[in-house]
């Protein structure tokens, strides 16, 4: 009826328009946390089964809001990559990730998040060369995390791009495997330092299913082809003996620690040493 019409018509359009305001004042508010620095980085340890102790921790970025509180960077990561401010963000990141990890003990790396725009935007070698140069982090120890999705753009394009960052001497690690459509070709295209599983294949870790068997796979794949596995979202000490049984390397999640501000991260570290 016209009455349903118009009652839609008024419920709708300005749901509409108070979603675009939003998005037009996160969108301000990113560019102003850019400006002053407005953003942290958090770190979680990134744990070596096979030789029981610490590889690194993976920095993982926050935005302690003004009047909103704590973002997660599911909130706004999309948004800075729409509008391209995750080029700008990234590159703080970046040099904030390598100046951070130079207080650690040399044996310890550092994991950083590369979006697919950041990935595919000219300059991402020369802004990681920034980073190491003014840190002077050793490139080694630096890890790219990169998501299957950079793919898409064109395969050539990134498997060039791919080996132009491995010259560089930084290590690349292949982020949510097993989330995407074709996992597989991916892995047989370049050779990843580290396969990350993603943690929805962890959750259904037990004794009793058969997602072990999806583990032992891709472990034995990985490692048929020269790349170290690593298992996201380990939150039981159940989960963490599969995947050692299962030859999986590297573990990271809760069962370890959450994400942590960086003076969290000496105890941490002295944690683990203890082990
Ligand atoms: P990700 O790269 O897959 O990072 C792992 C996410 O899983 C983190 O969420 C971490 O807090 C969470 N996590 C870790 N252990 C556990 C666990 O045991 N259980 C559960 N349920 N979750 C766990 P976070 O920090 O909220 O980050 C979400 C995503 O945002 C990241 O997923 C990454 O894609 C993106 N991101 C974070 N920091 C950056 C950054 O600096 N740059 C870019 N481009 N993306 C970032
Ligand atoms: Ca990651
Ligand atoms: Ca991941
Ligand atoms: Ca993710």
Same mark, same amino acid.
């Given at each position: 009826?016209? %009455?349903?019409?118009?009652?839609?018509? =008024?419920?709708?359009?300005?749901?509409?328009?108070?979603?675009?305001?939003?998005?037009?004042?996160?969108? !301000?508010?990113? %560019?102003?946390?850019?400006?002053?620095?407005?953003? $942290? #980085?958090?770190?979680?340890? @990134?744990?070596?089964?096979?030789? +029981?102790? @610490?590889?690194?921790?993976?920095?993982?970025?926050?935005?302690? =809001?003004?009047?909103?509180?704590?973002?997660?960077?599911?909130?706004?990561?999309?948004?800075?990559?729409?509008?391209?401010?995750?080029?700008?963000?990234?590159?703080? /990141? @970046?040099?904030?990730?390598?100046?951070?990890?130079?207080?650690?003990?040399?044996?310890?790396?550092?994991? *950083?998040?590369?979006?697919? %725009?950041?990935?595919?935007?000219?300059?991402?070698?020369?802004?990681?060369?920034?980073? &190491?140069?003014?840190?002077?982090?050793?490139?080694?120890?630096?890890? @790219?995390?990169?998501?299957?999705?950079?793919?898409?753009?064109?395969?050539?394009?990134?498997?060039?791009? !791919?080996?132009?960052?491995?010259?560089?001497?930084?290590?690349?690690?292949?982020? +949510?495997?097993?989330?995407?459509?074709?996992?597989?070709?991916?892995?047989?295209?370049?050779?990843?330092?580290?396969?990350?599983?993603?943690?929805?294949? /962890?959750? +259904?870790?037990?004794?009793?299913?058969?997602? =072990?068997? *999806?583990? %032992?796979?891709?472990?034995?794949?990985?490692?048929? !082809?020269?790349?170290?596995?690593?298992?996201?979202?380990? $939150?039981?000490?159940?989960?963490?003996?599969?995947?050692?049984?299962?030859?999986?390397?590297?573990?990271?999640?809760? #069962?370890?620690?959450?994400?942590? $501000?960086? =003076?969290? &991260?000496?105890?941490?570290?002295? +944690?683990?040493?203890?082990?």
């Amino acid at each position: 009826s016209k %009455r349903e019409g118009k009652a839609g018509h =008024h419920f709708f359009e300005p749901a509409l328009d108070e979603q675009a305001r939003m998005r037009r004042e996160m969108e !301000l508010d990113l %560019r102003l946390a850019i400006r002053d620095g407005g953003f $942290e #980085l958090y770190f979680q340890p @990134l744990y070596n089964l096979r030789d +029981d102790c @610490l590889q690194g921790f993976e920095a993982l970025i926050r935005w302690p =809001h003004p009047r909103r509180g704590m973002i997660s960077p599911a909130e706004f990561i999309p948004l800075a990559e729409e509008t391209g401010l995750i080029v700008q963000i990234g590159e703080w /990141v @970046l040099r904030e990730a390598c100046r951070i990890a130079t207080r650690w003990p040399e044996n310890l790396t550092v994991a *950083v998040n590369i979006s697919p %725009r950041q990935f595919a935007a000219p300059g991402l070698s020369s802004t990681i060369l920034q980073a &190491l140069g003014q840190s002077g982090l050793a490139p080694n120890r630096l890890e @790219l995390e990169i998501t299957e999705s950079v793919f898409i753009a064109n395969i050539e394009k990134t498997l060039s791009a !791919l080996h132009g960052l491995r010259d560089l001497g930084v290590k690349i690690a292949l982020d +949510d495997f097993g989330t995407g459509y074709s996992s597989l070709s991916y892995l047989r295209s370049f050779p990843f330092d580290k396969v990350k599983i993603d943690r929805s294949f /962890v959750r +259904d870790l037990t004794e009793e299913g058969n997602a =072990h068997a *999806v583990i %032992r796979a891709i472990t034995t794949l990985a490692e048929a !082809l020269g790349m170290a596995t690593l298992a996201e979202g380990v $939150e039981l000490p159940e989960q963490c003996e599969i995947l050692r049984r299962e030859g999986c390397q590297f573990i990271q999640g809760y #069962l370890l620690s959450e994400p942590v $501000e960086e =003076h969290r &991260l000496a105890g941490l570290i002295g +944690d683990y040493a203890e082990i």
